[in-house]
């Protein structure tokens, strides 16, 4: 199984939606920032060290939500998502092609990868808009 970590990433109200480029797996999809969690790593590690290596800034997970797990082709994915707050840097996309700040009422407007759908509808229960 594969573990995967994603960072819905706070700020002023607003969260970090990412698009992933066309040479990634899921390409031109929509997801939170994140990936695959290293051998001994704990998941806040992993989400610490891979919104730095894909986004050049820095956030601290706060809350963990619900994993999703997700059969692709040709692995078994777990999504763990972390709520986190932006700590700073500037953002420069290293994989991704773009990304944009959304109030949370507009995050099921997007082209979510899969597993990202139920983090997001768990997202907005939360935040009571749903
Ligand atoms: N990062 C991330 N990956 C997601 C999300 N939703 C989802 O299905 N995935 C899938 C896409 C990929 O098959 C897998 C994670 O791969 P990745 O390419 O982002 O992870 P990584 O940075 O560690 O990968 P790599 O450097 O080894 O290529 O999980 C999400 O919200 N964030």
């Known amino acids: 199984m594969l573990k995967v970590t994603c960072a819905i990433i706070e700020l002023h109200g607003k969260v970090l939606v990412t698009q992933r480029s066309e040479f990634m797996r899921e390409p031109l999809l929509w997801e939170f920032p994140g990936g695959k969690l290293e051998q001994g790593e704990t998941e806040e590690a992993c989400l610490v060290r891979e919104v730095y290596e894909e986004l050049n800034i820095h956030v601290r997970p706060l809350k963990r939500l619900t994993p999703v797990m997700h059969q692709t082709k040709n692995h078994l994915i777990e999504l763990i998502p972390h709520i986190c707050t932006y700590v700073g840097g500037v953002i420069h ?9 959304v109030d949370p009422s507009a995050l ?15 997202y907005l229960r939360l935040k009571k808009m749903t």
């Open 93 to 101: 996309l290293l994989e991704h092609i773009a990304f944009e700040w």
């Open 108 to 122: 099921q407007k997007y082209n979510w990868c899969l597993p990202d759908v139920p983090v997001v509808e768990e």
